[in-house]
């Protein structure tokens, strides 16, 4: 199937198939506001499948409110934040999850930004130590004259600048 | 030479990054390939959408290779769809099993009568709660179920003549020979 | 027959676009004086083309001609006139024409305003900038044609997306796009600086005002975007990191470094490859994010209509803008001077280390940004890259930026030492870490370890930028001097001061509403009232108005501080009549202290309503540090040195010349 083709299909269903459900999460009271922040925070963190890019709480389709109102259930039998999590990925797979567990398929998203903050690292480092002993070896003199007075005049112009 | 090429880095950088969204155009981003496959059909038991007294459930589904596909009378491509699967269990002995997802019982029964029933039995899910089991999100969505009863393949999407004879076909038959 | 004017425009525009590329470029080369000086008439005709054009779009949305494709899609009789020329940008095709617009309206403002600059120098500008809108054209042409007309004609128009028919979001897209058009000034002076193999003061200097313009456009930009998310979406957050969001934060960030960059070259001559390259970049991910929103290789949240055909083009493009230009530095950049000796503590030191943090930041928001797609495509499975992850990596770096962003302006160019620095900023960071201690005492913090942070950031800001202050006007005679200071001329320093205070106020409403924020949803009956952070809401029940082309629930709330009414908020739920779907208008009443949020749910049986009521203490902090931020850029172009138009003194005639020779193009000189 073309993908042209299959996202015609999800635009049909998304626009006109699905009802439009109560999108606020006023059907899920909780007694210990503790358990409603958690709640709250864990249905922002899981990615609505069906939407273009929404989370759980604040998706408005239908399939939405039917995950929350399981994700609701669980937190209410005492399951662990865990627990739920798990269930959802053995349905969905790791799509569901805006945060991305730490397991070997995703050291590249969690330890590939450290390695690139190390090359920065290097860089910086290198290029002072360059800078330092570097005489001015590719400014021939008549360049270094020319920036020099252009460098001048521009402070004529606009006084000390700090 | 170490100075020059350092100033290839960045053009050999975006090269990599062009790459990834030539292929990115030939894929959807929003096709989520199922967890459950390789897995056993998850344990459910729904009432039958004609006779709401009985039940379907994954036993029904056990020794032989079957279709498992979630329709519904609100879902657009699911009405384009059937046809396909009427003219699909006609020409083809693999039994079919509907399952109902979030639907009108009295309108879904309609449907049925109006446009052909393909299904061997139709599984009423009201809630929507075994669907969720099955991860599913979106109709219409096909299940290819082997004869132990594990999830071998699916096909979020409508069928098409095309789909059935490239992908599913040759399945169901390599299926047919497993033990 | 005004689409087919307008179409016809567009033809006329992209064979002047043509012209604007080839000639004058050819002419610097082989020294034809007559092509050289064909690029400023020439770009002043591709943008009049460009304005009649958009004149002729807009036209026919004003007057509801629905024969024409993209406006029976995108508006309806019933839209208010505002938004009919709002809905003009409110699509794909008509986008574009407005960054084709924006585009030929730069190259305009070039051609008016650079009479000091050589004219070869002009003349590669401008040309890149007519190569850049060859693009823009063609793809219009061939896959995107505003103009194109439906028949049978549609009685009614299918009506603008109920979420773009809000004053803010009709300004939003007009902002970002003169951001990222803006950047490709700076692109093509670096372009035109490396064709000539010349890259010195003089370039950072022209190079500098405009990329700071562009920036302020881009600032704004994205906090309008900000700010509207926040109201029209109904959830009450900010900031999503959704893919369009990254879109316009990845140049605002290579276009920050770019800024700081040009600073340092044009003062001291020093990292000159790495500004051309920054300036590359800016435009790039300008570029790449229109790539990402139009294509469909991500799922955002306001994605346009995607079209393989489309993404296929804009990428053909891409490679031929980025991968070019960027050949042409791996080829040209050997060669330029590293220049601008300084030492290991120096400002010079400070604003590399910003550049780089800067650059890190952007590079890994496009990695978060493209990792779905590459686990994808490597097939590695489907995997969500959401805010958690850009939340945590913004967080790791973002202190660093600011901690040198406080010690940097403390250092002298050239050499420093650690003595001196410190000396300079040992108060600041006792008094930052002592407010920071505070906030961390269990009675404020509530047990939140970001709001320490975030605390003795802002005021690690403000104290440094106070002492530099200080410093400054030590020789200056207080107030009086700050004036004359303002006055007389070098703002730059005061919009830099500005700026900098506006990443305080940022991070300080950012950390106060994501950690101190409440938000309640609720079900509600009308005559009851319902007490967040002790501000009690009375719900006095739901009515129906009707609207131009929607019908609206109205809520009617009264918020009580105490015994006294502080606020009426009628949130709406709005349902437009051609697009199904329900749209909230949320009401907020807005405080420098605190925003009280109220939106509408869905009506319950027996009368009853599901609402959000949220409270977010300092939010407008967040949009108030965009908007320092803007202000500190005009201030710093309206400095002597960057007026565009101005008397020419004796002084400022030494330094063009100084200029026009430091830039002559040596290949034409020894022709």
Known sequence: MSKQFASLVFLWLIATA????????????????????????????????????????????????????????????????????????????????????????????????????????????????????????????????????????????????? | MGRSLKFLIPLLLFGGIALFLYKGLSMDPRAIPSPLIGKPVPEFSLPRLDAPGEKVTRKDLLGKVSLLNVWATWCVSCRAEHGVLVDFARTHKIPVYGLDWKDDEAGAQAWLERLGNPYVAVAFDKIGRTAIDLGVYGAPETFVIDKKGTIRHKIAGPLSPQLIEDELLPLINKLNQEG | MIPEIGHLALILALSLAITQAIFPLVGTFTNTRSWVAMARPVAWGHFLFLAIAFGCLIQSFLTDDFSVLYVATNSNSHLPNLYKVAAVWGAHEGSLLLWA???????????????????????????????????????????????????????????????????????????????????SVAFSFSIAALMGGKLDAAWARWSRPWTIIAWIFLSLGITLGSWWAYYELGWGGWWFWDPVENASFMPWLAGTALMHSLAVTEKRGAFKSWTVL????????????????????????????????????????????????????????????????????????????????????????????????????????????????????????????????GIGPMARWKHD??????????????????????????????????????????????????????????????????????????????????????????????????????????RMTPGSDVTIAGYRFVFDGVSKTPGPNYTAYRGHFRVFDGANQVAVLEPEKRHYQMQGRPMTEAAI??????????????????????????????????????????LGGLLSISDRRYRIVRKLSKSEAATRKAGTNATGNPATETA
Request: hydrophobic letters at 50%; aromatic letters at 12%.
């Open chain 3, 101 to 183: 617009f924006l585009l030929g309206g730069w190259a305009a403002a070039i051609a008016l305003f650079s009479r000091g600059l050589p004219a070869h120098v002009v003349a590669r500008v401008l040309s890149v900038m007519g190569m850049i809108s060859i693009g823009f054209l063609l793809f219009m042409l061939i896959t995107s044609n505003p103009f194109e007309r439906i028949f049978p004609v549609p009685a009614e128009g299918r009506d603008l997306n109920p979420l773009l028919q809000d004053p803010g979001l009709a300004m939003h897209p007009p902002m970002l796009y003169m951001g990222y058009v803006g950047f």
């Open chain 1, 18 to 162: 699905l009802p439009v459900a109560a999108y606020t999460l006023a059907d899920f009271p909780f007694d210990d506001p503790k358990k409603e922040q958690e709640f709250r925070e864990l249905t922002g963190k899981l990615r609505c499948l069906v939407c273009q890019n929404e989370s759980l709480a604040a998706s408005d389709a239908d399939l939405a409110e039917d995950l929350r109102r399981e994700v609701y259930d669980m937190m209410k039998a005492g399951r662990s934040k865990e627990e739920i999590i798990k269930f959802l990925v053995q349905r969905y797979g790791d799509f569901v999850l805006y945060d991305p567990p730490l397991k070997p398929s995703t050291y590249l998203i969690w330890f590939g930004p450290g390695v690139l903050l190390l090359i920065g690292a290097f860089v910086v480092i290198r290029t002072l130590k360059q800078k330092k002993s570097a005489r001015e070896k590719t400014l021939s003199a008549e360049e270094q004259q020319r920036v020099e007075a252009l460098l001048n005049t521009a402070s004529e112009t606009q006084g000390t600048d700090k």
């Open chain 3, 278 to 405: 920054l300036a590359l970049f800016a435009f790039s991910l300008s570029l790449l994010g229109t790539f990402l929103v139009r294509s469909g290789v991500l799922t955002s949240v306001h994605a346009f209509a995607t079209d393989p055909a489309r993404g296929v083009f804009i990428l053909i493009f891409l490679c031929l803008v980025i991968g070019g230009s960027l050949m042409l530095y791996a080829w040209r950049a050997p060669s330029i001077s590293s220049g601008g000796r300084f030492d290991f503590v120096s400002r010079e030191s400070f604003l590399l280390i910003n550049n780089l943090l800067l650059s890190v930041l952007a590079a890994l928001i496009l990695f978060g940004t493209l990792a779905p797609l590459i686990y994808d495509a490597m097939g590695w499975g489907k995997i969500s890259v959401g805010f958690p992850w850009f939340n945590t990596m913004f967080e790791m770096i973002a202190p660093f930026l600011v901690l040198a962003m």
């Open chain 3, 589 to 630: 009443d807005p405080s420098l202290l605190r925003d009280l949020y109220v939106s509408l749910g869905e009506p319950i049986d027996g009368g009853d309503w599901s609402l959000r009521v949220y409270y977010k203490p300092f939010v407008r902090w967040i949009w108030l540090g965009g908007i320092l931020m803007a």
């Open chain 3, 417 to 522: 030492d650690f003595a001196h620095l410190f000396r300079q900023v040992r108060v600041a960071l006792v008094i930052s870490l002592i407010a920071g201690g505070v906030a961390l005492l269990p009675m404020f913090s509530h047990g939140k370890m970001l709001v320490g942070l975030g605390v003795t950031l802002t005021v690690w800001l403000i104290a440094t930028h106070l002492k530099n202050l200080q410093e400054r006007l030590k020789h200056k005679h207080g107030l009086k001097g700050l004036l004359r200071d303002l006055a007389g001329g070098s703002r730059s320093y005061y919009g830099m001061w500005l700026a900098h205070l506006g990443v305080a106020s940022f991070i300080i409403g950012a950390t106060v509403v994501s950690n101190y924020g409440i938000e309640k949803d609720i």
